[in-house]
Each structure stands twice: as C-alpha cells, then as structure tokens.
C-alpha cells in the first residue's frame, strides 16, 4: 500500500493548483483520506480531510479557497487551490490514517512522499 501526490509547483499569489494523491495496493477501504503541509522552519498541519461519505473538514486558513474531492472506486483524492497566498508555500502531504485491504491487514498511519508547492510573484 502506497499513496503517491503530484501536482505542485511554482504558481503566482492569486493562482490556482491542483494537488492528486492516489492510493495504491490491494486496497478495500480507506475511511478518510486528507492533506497537511509543512513549511520551512514549520510544524505540519492539517489542512483538509475527506471521508469515505463526503464529509470534508478545512483548516481555517484555507477555507473558501481550497476544496477537497475524492474520487470513489479509484482511491484518489485531490485538493483544489484557489486564491493562493505566499503563506501557502509548503510541502503538502496526503495522508490516509488507515487502510484496509482485501487480505483484512490494516495499514496505518499513510503519508505520501510530498510535493512541493511555493507561491511567490
């Protein structure tokens, strides 16, 4: 099981991004999948979570500007960026607290590798 994200990079204040994560494995269920970030000199954070059902929860920083999706059946979810800022700038990270496959092993505490988004003119 492995989840990896792309879609970062170098955007303008006022610019859009659109991050993916896709879950790999021989995955039956993953309950809630999310994103966090860290910026330099930072603790990471919280930024947005997805459940299974649909219900998302933001951080305040990012609220009517970032909207997070899941896609059902692929495992995939992304995050929709609007309104960037600089304070944006970070390495963002999908996470997953818990997959499930189909041989009943639980997989625990997923991150991906990051990617790096930076907002500056």
């Known amino acids: 099981v492995q989840l990896q994200a792309s879609g970062g990079g170098l955007v303008q204040p006022g610019g859009s991004l659109r991050l993916s994560c896709a879950a790999s494995?021989?995955?039956?269920?993953?309950?809630?999948m999310g994103w966090y970030r860290q910026a330099p000199g930072k603790q990471r954070e919280l930024v947005a979570t997805?459940?299974?059902?649909?219900?998302?929860n933001y951080a305040d920083s990012v609220k009517n500007r970032f909207t997070i999706s899941r896609e059902k059946g692929k495992n995939t979810v992304y995050l929709q960026m609007n309104s960037l800022k600089p304070e944006d700038t970070a390495v963002y990270y999908c996470?997953?607290?818990?997959?499930?496959?189909?041989?009943?092993?639980?997989?625990?505490?997923?991150w991906g590798q990051g990617t790096q988004v930076t907002v500056s003119s």
């Open positions: 996470n997953a607290p818990l997959i499930v496959d189909y041989s009943s092993n639980y997989w625990r505490d997923n």
């Open positions: 997805i459940t299974g059902g649909g219900s998302t």
């Open positions: 494995g021989n995955i039956f269920n993953i309950a809630v």
